[in-house]
């Protein structure tokens, strides 16, 4: 049976608590997770309950913060305590960060003081870094033990651990000194010790690691999960690899957003309300919008003399959106390529050589299509139509070297270069393709 | 020592091979990957040659194609052989993918057959589907083994398996019957059947699939592997959570070119050619400049009249600047969202609604900024003001509408909704603004 039919059944008898429970217990606790916020408020709370106690934590996990509240609300103190109390460091923390003062108040309250600690201490790494998205129930290890005893170790303690599959050893200041994995002990000999199997140079992160760097490093080297260590190399904690995931997603779409000169925003978009949507836009529009008076400006200084060629307006929408598009193609390569790590400033020079012969490529090819279409639609005047497709070659190699260094100076001025993305020069490369076009039209037609 | 003083080490000396085997043995496999890459031709198979017999494949598997064609050209086919029956199917099909045919044939000539089957059997699935980036060496069990014995049968065939961490039962004819974990095993008692502890409904995706529907699928359930089945439901691979990494990266890199209309390409910038490059771009700007020449269309029809009250020609770019731009931030948002999964065609209303009600709020905004500007700068002219204002508002409301509609459209026809993105909504933009300029200042200003 699958997700919408327990729906529907939910939905539409008289809940029958047992039938329901043997109905979820055949599913995915993601997709629990699902089913329950497609329910109303009290239905909610009553199928929660009745959720077996092993995964009920896991489901509260995976479910969006707003029904998460709804079911907190309803629960009673000893029920906070027990859902919290399996609940992983990172889950929790992200819980925490989204619920209302009194409702975190009544969370921590349920907690025990240690835990408490350990959660104020997490909320207090900067937001995207390592240090806010790891969670610290791991497999430990020391140096001295055996693997067979290592087995027995994990067999006790490991259900209630977010991976099983790395261990970690330390020594008695919890200084990092090696991490063994699941496959090395399944490999190794019973009465070999951890020391002499573990891997005593792994990759891991500081506590105060930008998120995306540390991302970076898992899809470099395929990890499945990597130590989080404090300034002296203490290990603190664990990242997995499911949430460097939702890390990846999270910050393409940012990227993306910034791209498209929005505000980025991590709420999805059918929750967030008009006024913060309408804030998220209305920065950049602004601020493009004023730039873009630059062009109104330069556009009336040659007023009189275009009234005296008035063909030559026709030209300026054209010009101005290719030469926008030109640029924004170079900015997005070049800004993609730094974000996945394939370009770097210091490629400056090969990039710039690379886009002034690819613009004089394009631009030949653009540039024979609009002197044929203009001279043939607009009265065979052939200087006219030389003039504009010289403006339009020119604004093309223009748009590509600015598309080039823009956001290379971006990145090195510590600017993240996605904001430099189409809009900006789209605005930049307009006001400079009007210049170009009444220059070389004073020089051409004589305007 | 760390990777560039190694590198300088064997830049600068005469090869002196046990001290080179003694630096490289300390490194992770992909910076040793990484050191040939840098190396000159001679150079990288001579250091090739001395990597330990049990990581050459691994490094090998991690180098660019070209740099692993080098390397291939160099060795004898015993050696050919020898790397290639350590290489997982998924990194063996990558490079074969990649490899000129003389290449290809040669390596094939020195596999066994049964594996060149397989290969050829792979290469055949289509593109960007989940077969294409399966691996077939995973860890079979069956139904009534029991747990100790499972653990017996991994320490045996474990080594050489894309992963031990999820294990897949089968019956004879193949089918599918379920998933056993690593962690599941660690936590049995010793005598209990896998039968017993299987995960009987575990997510997979039929060969077909496609990749990014898959990844999907990886992200929303936190999986570490998936099982891949043919049309029969019979298990012919699986597929890891790194390789979709690698494909969740991928999509977005694609999506991103597409959004800044380029065609996508899975080559790194500073390797393609500047040919290939031009062609990646000059399909968009023709495309996008000749539909461009509708805005000239346009404005050469109104060019008489707009000699009459030249001033209006001072403000056409942004109009249009603005309302591209603020189309385009909705098309992105919409168009990322679908790619995340959080919006759905089916929502096409609410999203109208709420981009209705923003362009309202944001052109309130922007409306009342430039009402002002236009009026103090350009000589206190209350009705231009008020046209110019107008228009801005009403392309704001048009360009929202329309940054919502396309993509959905697209969607709906089965075009990739990333190609309605910011060029796309700006150039249609630009037209539809001069059109409501124009009426507004007929209207208005009696043109």
Same mark, same amino acid.
Do not use: C, H, K
């Given at each position: 049976m699958d997700k919408d039919e327990i729906l529907f059944i939910i939905n539409s008898e008289l809940i029958d608590i047992s039938k329901i429970k043997l109905l979820l217990s055949g599913l995915n606790i993601i997709d629990i997770a699902e089913i329950l916020q497609e329910l109303d408020k009290e239905k909610i709370t009553r199928i929660f309950r009745v959720l077996p106690k092993n995964i009920a934590s896991d489901v509260f996990a995976y479910m969006d913060s707003?029904?998460? $509240?709804?079911?907190?609300?309803?629960?009673?103190?000893?029920?906070? =305590?027990?859902?919290?109390?399996k609940l992983f460091m990172d889950d929790t923390v992200d819980f925490i960060e989204e619920m209302p003062a009194n409702v975190v108040n009544r969370v921590l309250e349920n907690l025990p003081a240690e835990k408490r600690k350990l959660i104020n201490q997490i909320l207090q790494y900067p937001e995207d870094s390592a240090g806010s998205i790891m969670t610290t129930e791991y497999v430990h290890l020391s140096e001295n033990t055996e693997v067979h005893d290592a087995f027995e170790i994990i067999r006790k303690t490991g259900l209630n651990k977010e991976t099983i599959y790395t261990c970690y050893v330390t020594c008695d200041d919890r200084l990092l000194l090696g991490v063994v994995s699941a496959k090395d002990l399944l490999l190794a000999r019973p009465a070999e010790r951890i020391g002499e199997i573990m891997d005593t140079a792994p990759i891991f992160a500081y506590t105060t690691d930008d998120r995306e760097v540390t991302a970076e490093q898992f899809h470099k080297y395929g990890l499945l999960a990597m130590p989080v260590v404090d300034k002296e190399k203490r290990l603190v904690g664990i990242i997995t690899v499911d949430d460097i995931v939702n890390v990846i997603v999270e910050e393409n779409t940012e990227d993306i957003e910034k791209m498209g000169a929005l505000a980025p925003s991590d709420e999805p978009y059918l929750k967030t309300g008009i006024f913060q949507l309408a804030r998220n836009r209305i920065f950049w529009l602004l601020?493009?919008?004023?730039?873009?008076?630059?062009?109104?400006?330069?556009?009336?200084?040659?007023?009189?003399?275009?009234?005296?060629? +008035?063909?030559?307006?026709?030209?300026? +929408?054209?010009?101005?959106?290719? =030469?926008?598009?030109? =640029?924004? $193609?170079t900015s997005t390569l070049i800004i993609r390529g730094m974000a996945v790590g394939e370009l770097f400033p210091k490629d400056i020079v090969r990039i710039l050589w690379k886009e002034f012969r690819i613009a004089l490529l394009v631009g030949l090819g653009l540039g024979i299509v609009n002197m044929i279409w203009v001279y043939v639609i607009y009265g065979q005047d052939l200087m006219l139509s030389f003039a504009v497709t010289m403006t339009l070659y020119s604004t093309l190699i223009i748009a590509k070297i600015l598309g080039s260094i823009l956001p290379i100076v971006a990145r090195c001025i510590k600017i993240d270069p996605a904001v430099m993305a189409a809009p900006m020069i789209t605005t930049i490369v307009d006001a400079l393709s009007l210049i170009i076009y009444f220059a070389i039209a004073k020089a051409i037609l004589g305007l």
């Open positions: 707003d029904y998460q $509240q709804i079911i907190i609300e309803a629960l009673t103190d000893t029920e906070i =305590g027990e859902i919290m109390s601020a493009l919008m004023l730039s873009a008076t630059l062009t109104s400006i330069i556009i009336s200084n040659y007023e009189a003399r275009m009234v005296a060629i +008035p063909i030559l307006m026709v030209f300026i +929408p054209l010009l101005m959106d290719t =030469g926008g598009n030109a =640029g924004s $193609q």
